[in-house]
């Protein structure tokens, strides 16, 4: 039903709005359960689980400085690249640090639950940089405030620690690189300037030679002191000797002496400032605010707990009544019968006690369930004109739909209103139209159908007016080929001169065929569907059941319907089922039983052309 005149567009919003609304109303015993769950849930939990406190711990991490103490030019570490500070924040969450904090505090029996204490611990704290600064916070988390601060307090101390440990490691393996180093470079020293004082006796011996004999003393000198050297490098200064470029090679001794000797001294000086440094306990991390044990808990927070849950609570509900719908495959409104089927809907039933009133359009006449009757026997009377109906058979897909009740309740309806209604119970497997009217069934179709000579014997009337009903009788051990039979036929139209309207209570059509044979015979068709029950594929399948051998389908009832519960629905219905105040309730049922007489008369004064009473 279109409700909202605007465009097409706001139409189906509108129309898909009012249909999450009206899903939601419909459950919303299970929308309130869901949302209550949740929320007291979260509540108690909230209340009851212990608290959670939080300390921090404010450090400045500064990178390592290039002077006298650092040897990165030794040691080719970047300390100054991109991932140093993502380093220091590996190393504050290292396992080497957790497991002293612990040792520290204790704190072993504490985390025993766990396979891995140490991974357990670390779960407690956060390590957080304050965004464009060199600032890091470590948090520390537990349920003793007290606890939370030490924890945080600890973490910082032992990092630090473990920083002064890593420099003094590192100062200790330079002094030893230098001290080797050093030695290294010594030997070179010492061996070039033995090279440099026997090039400089080899040109002494040269101008010696020039000026005196070969036996002077001072030759025999220089000669011994060259020779003392070429016993220290075995021979090697000799070929030397001999190579006649005299100046070249002194020049050379002579530069790569002074050479050596600058790399020695240098060594020599970085060698003391790091011995000098292994005494200095110096470091780059600077505790800017120390933990304070804190006062309030961060954990649990019941007032946002209590929102939140308020939130999910409220669009689970919601989200949880939309799945349950889209996997309730049942028909429950006009519109699952029409897109459906393609049929019309004649009628709505709503629910009611038929137990203790079965007959409740004769019993209680005000009621809102008489009502609908009386709206589907309009429906009924007015939906072919040009073609009356005078015999229909009334079926359903299953058992348990309520067909019986309503093609009951349906005749004396009609009867109600002047016409001559003969109920006839071809439900010749499970009869029970004699169980609504307390009458005996023991005659009834099945000797109607033998005795051709007066079939109209085994017809009963009832306490209502201008209602008779053919009961079933004996069962017969073939029940689908005495329904089909052509005696049934003959029977048919013989009733038919004696009554207005011939009404067929049948057994369901999707367990036997007997109302797809009956059919055959008869004006039309009615289909009992029920409410939350009856699935909505069969109501198609049915229709081509009956199709199939050219039957005129005439529409659907829905029957048993919820009002209270689809009052969103079936606003027109559900007027005929608000709750009344005692005193109007002491007032309408006459009102109602007038105007329903009324009602009754009007049909009987002016009936349409296919109802034509005898």
Not at 92 to 97: V, Y
Not at 322 to 346: A, C, Q
Not at 360 to 368: F, L, M, Y
Request: glycine share 4%; charged share 25%.
């Amino acid at each position: 039903m279109k409700i909202f005149p605007s465009s097409k567009i706001s139409d189906e919003l509108q129309l898909s709005l009012y249909d999450y609304w009206y899903i939601i109303q419909k459950r919303k015993r299970l929308a309130l359960t869901f949302f209550l769950i949740v929320v007291i849930s979260t509540a108690l939990y909230s209340l009851l689980s212990p608290k959670i406190y939080k300390a921090t711990t404010r450090i400045l991490i500064e990178r390592s400085n290039q002077n006298i103490l650092s040897f990165d030019n030794i040691f080719p570490v970047q300390m100054a690249g991109l991932d140093y500070y993502p380093t220091q924040y590996k190393i504050l969450r290292s396992r080497s640090i957790a497991k002293r904090v612990m040792d520290e505090l204790h704190l072993w029996p504490q985390f025993s639950w766990a396979s891995d204490p140490p991974a357990a611990f670390l779960q407690k704290v956060d390590i957080d940089p304050v965004k464009q600064s060199r600032l890091v916070d470590v948090s520390a988390y537990s349920t003793s405030p007290k606890q939370a601060a030490d924890m945080a307090n600890a973490m910082v101390k032992f990092y630090i620690e473990q920083n002064l440990s890593n420099k003094l490691a590192m100062t200790q393996q330079a002094a030893e690189w230098l001290k080797g180093r050093s030695k290294d470079v010594r030997e070179k020293l010492s061996k070039s300037e033995l090279e440099f004082e026997a090039m400089k006796l080899k040109k002494e011996l040269t101008e010696l030679n020039e000026k005196y004999l070969p036996k002077h003393p001072k030759i025999i000198r220089t000669q011994e002191r060259i020779r003392v050297i070429e016993e220290q490098f075995g021979g090697g200064i000799s070929k030397d000797f001999a190579s006649g470029e005299i100046s070249t090679q002194y020049n050379q001794l002579q530069r790569e002496v002074d050479s050596q000797g600058k790399i020695y001294e240098a060594m020599l000086s970085r060698l003391k400032e790091t011995s000098a440094s292994e005494g200095i306990e110096d470091t780059n991390v600077v505790v800017i605010d120390r933990a304070e044990v804190p006062t309030r808990p961060v954990a649990p927070r019941f007032f946002l707990n209590v929102f939140l849950s308020i939130l999910v609570g409220a669009f689970g509900a919601a989200a949880l009544c939309i799945i349950f719908e889209s996997l309730d495959n049942t028909v429950k409104t006009p519109e699952d019968i029409e897109k459906l089927g393609e049929l019309p809907l004649l009628g709505v039933v709503s629910h009611w006690e038929a137990a203790q009133k079965q007959l409740v359009v004769h019993e209680d006449r005000s009621s809102g369930v008489a009502e609908g009757f009386r709206a589907i026997r309009t429906s009924l009377l007015f939906s072919s004109p040009d073609h009356p109906l005078r015999t229909l058979v009334i079926t359903s897909p299953f058992a348990e739909e309520g067909k019986t009740i309503v093609a009951c309740n349906l005749a004396a309806t009609i009867a109600q209103s002047g016409a001559r209604v003969l109920l006839v119970d071809a439900d010749m497997r499970r009869p029970r139209v004699n169980q609504v009217f307390q009458q005996n069934g023991v005659h009834g179709l099945s000797h109607a159908l033998t005795d051709s000579a007066n079939p109209s014997g085994f017809i009963q009337k009832t306490k209502i007016e201008n209602l008779s009903v053919l009961f079933c009788g004996p069962l017969p051990p073939t029940p689908s080929e005495m329904i089909g039979s052509q005696k049934m036929h003959q029977l048919i139209e013989k009733l038919k001169g004696q009554f207005d309207y011939v009404l067929f209570d049948s057994p369901p059509f999707l367990v036997v065929t007997d109302p797809v044979v009956l059919s055959t015979f008869v004006d039309g068709v009615i289909i009992v569907t029920r409410y939350n029950k009856t699935p909505k594929d069969v109501i198609a399948r049915g229709k081509q059941k009956f199709l199939g051998v050219q039957a005129k389908l005439v529409g659907v009832i829905l029957n048993d319907v919820d009002l209270e519960q689809e009052r969103y629905r079936y606003p027109a219905y559900s007027y005929y089922h608000d709750p009344l105040s005692e005193k109007g309730k002491a007032d309408i049922p006459s009102l109602v039983a007038k105007v329903a007489s009324d009602q009754d008369s009007a049909i009987s004064s002016h009936p349409p052309r296919n109802f034509s009473p005898k």
